[in-house]
């Protein structure tokens, strides 16, 4: 239940590797540690998920645990072959959203309450939790909109909301969300990146991205990285940074970001190399009004600046940094 995109299961790296490849990939992970640019995060004082197993037996009570069987299970109810309607991919919630969206560094839901409503650059608009998750639906799931009136919708904000209920307005938890890798001194590189893949993640995800489904062929055990049934250009994971921050602390299975596997460079290669792949298209003209607020790996134009496409994508993203910068003082 628990197994989410780019799951892993090798847990010897790199047993036969070619000597000119040895710095690159026994890179000393202390040095990330000790890059001034890393997060610092100070292990006592980060969110904590509640317990659901405190829960009572009222019906909001129930409709919160039903919320929560929705964001792991979400291609049971919605997928190709889903129970209630077929709007989605087949992908869950939970293959992007760690452990119901309770696992630090693991793109949780810990603030979602105290932040929501929000102005989204990328929207030009006051979202809703409501709009949030159509957006997931529409992106990550490649599919279609939830109606904001059914059980289903109601019971997942029910439980996004009760995760960050003790959470205050105006407070950033430690661990919420992903992390911000350091940026690379030069482009992350696919190249590099499929053999990271190759090593780590095709024994799972299969040499073709397709991922792998369970038995009842209504959901992923190992979930498509590329592919038609993938995440859609739109997503949140086709920002590299954002790829990457998410790959560095929980990719291959078993790590936390307190025992990384990969090195930043080789979260910043291999994501390269996943986002490289083809994958559905979706229509992005009415994102980001405003141009000029486009995320530094915002991978289509126009944008503000003289950066091409390529750059905006793979870097090296310093100069981009240090021009906007200059831009906007």
Not at 219 to 227: A, K, N
Request: glycine share 8%.
């Amino acid at each position: 239940m628990r197994k989410n995109i780019f799951i892993s299961l090798a847990t010897a790296l790199f047993l036969v590797i070619p000597l000119t490849l040895k710095n690159y990939f026994f890179h000393d992970k202390k040095s990330d540690q000790n890059n001034p640019d890393s997060s610092v995060i100070a292990l006592s004082k980060e969110w904590k998920a509640p317990d659901t197993s405190q829960l009572g037996h009222t019906q909001q009570d129930d409709l919160i645990r039903y919320g929560r069987v929705l964001i792991l299970n979400t291609a049971d109810f919605f997928g190709p072959r889903g129970s209630i309607m077929p709007i989605s991919n087949g992908m869950n919630c939970g293959n992007c959203h760690i452990d119901a969206g309770t696992r630090l560094w693991g793109n949780n839901f810990s603030m979602v309450a105290s932040t929501y409503p929000l102005y989204r650059n990328r929207s030009g608009k006051i979202e809703t939790v409501e709009m949030r998750i159509d957006d997931c639906f529409e992106r990550s799931l490649n599919g279609k909109k939830l109606p904001d009136s059914v059980r289903e919708m109601k019971a997942m904000i029910a439980y996004i909301n009760w995760l960050g209920k003790d959470v205050d307005k105006g407070v950033k938890t430690k661990g919420s969300g992903i992390e911000k890798l350091p940026f690379l001194n030069r482009a992350a590189d696919p190249v590099k990146g499929k053999i990271v893949y190759v090593t780590i993640c095709k024994k799972c995800h299969g040499s073709n991205g397709g991922g792998k489904l369970k038995d009842n062929g209504k959901e992923y055990f190992y979930p498509p990285l590329w592919g038609r049934n993938s995440y859609n250009v739109g997503a949140g994971m086709y920002q590299l940074s954002k790829f990457a921050g998410y790959i560095k602390n929980n990719m291959p299975f078993g790590t936390t970001f307190t025992n990384p596997q990969l090195t930043v460079e080789q979260a910043w290669d291999v994501a390269a190399f996943v986002n490289s792949k083809p994958r559905p298209s979706t229509n992005l003209s009415m994102d980001w009004p405003d141009i000029s607020a486009k995320p530094l790996d915002y991978p289509f134009g126009p944008y503000a600046d003289s950066f091409s496409a390529r750059q905006h994508k793979y870097g090296p993203f310093l100069p981009v940094q240090q021009s906007h910068k200059k831009a906007h003082p």
